[in-house]
């Protein structure tokens, strides 16, 4: 074999390591490329992660207050009832909506109040209700009472049970008896003929307010034993509640009641008022 031989392997040789070299230069430029770009897709990937926020939550949803809503709380239920001594009960939200039901029911009442309102801080005003029982002066009173209360205490509803007929029949009743009362002869029950026409006007009032029912009391003057006494003052009670049934009003508004010679009106040592205390009294009673 040549000398020419020989070289030619030797030159391919080195001719091959020569290319392989400037391929893994140009691998290792394209390696360190790459680390200086980061690649687009992972870097998109990302920037999404970073809008979208932790898993399950909405970036577009508005914020949300960590502190829980203040529980509802139960309006205020709050009940007046008129009497010689008016009564308030319930729960109010404070001690300024305490007294001014107090004022309001002292105003509307007149005498004095029991107020047993319990202030409550879990109730509200807001859907509040105020119940009126009780006698007033006719419509106009009732008005006037739902009125004061709706001032004083905003907030509440003012719910009216409030009998109106009680106490303008009692006036009504006691005036006419001023003029004309209802009188009877010593030892009898009888009406007198001279007094038929005042249970006629005392029939037409009942009739005009049909509402509260009577209590008819019979009286007698001191003469005689106390149990003869309270029978014929029965006896009276109730000739005056059969003639008022007989001019059309209802027996189940009138309650016949003696009291005998317990509760005189004048003194029982002359005749004048042993005359005086042989009567008829009308009593409205209490709506129920």
């Known amino acids: 074999m040549t000398a020419e031989h020989h070289e030619r392997p030797y030159g391919l040789l080195l001719l091959g390591g020569l290319s392989i070299l400037v391929a893994l230069i140009s691998l290792i430029a394209i390696i360190a490329k790459s680390d200086d770009e980061p690649d687009t897709v992972t870097a998109t990937t990302a920037a999404a992660k970073a809008v979208e926020g932790p898993i399950g939550i909405d970036p577009t949803a508005p914020p949300t207050s960590s502190t829980e809503a203040p529980p509802q709380l139960a309006p205020s239920l709050v009940a007046v009832a008129l009497d010689d001594t008016t009564l308030i009960s319930g729960r109010v939200p404070d001690d300024a909506t305490k007294a001014a039901i107090g004022v309001q029911a002292q105003d509307l009442g007149g005498g004095a109040v029991d107020n047993q309102l319990v202030v409550d801080p879990t109730v509200s005003a807001a859907g509040g209700t105020i119940t009126l029982s009780g006698a007033v002066l006719g419509p106009s009173g009732e008005t006037d009472a739902i009125k004061a209360f709706l001032d004083a205490v905003p907030g509440y509803e003012v719910v009216s049970e409030l009998d109106t007929d009680s106490m303008p029949l009692q006036l009504a009743l006691s005036e006419l008896f001023a003029t004309e009362p209802i009188g ?105």
């Open 184 to 288: 009877f002869d010593s030892k009898r029950s009888e009406i007198r003929p001279g007094e038929r026409a005042t249970l006629d006007k005392v029939a037409e009032l009942l009739l005009m307010y049909p509402g509260p029912s009577v209590e008819v009391e019979g009286h007698t003057d001191n003469q005689g034993i106390p149990a003869e006494n309270r029978a014929l003052s029965q006896q009276r009670a109730d000739a005056v509640v059969n003639y008022l049934v007989g001019v059309g009003v209802p027996a189940n508004r009138l309650a016949p009641e003696g009291y005998g010679d317990e509760n005189p009106i004048a003194t029982n040592e002359t005749a004048e008022g042993r005359a005086r205390n042989r009567r008829i009294v009308f009593t409205v009673l209490p709506s129920s």
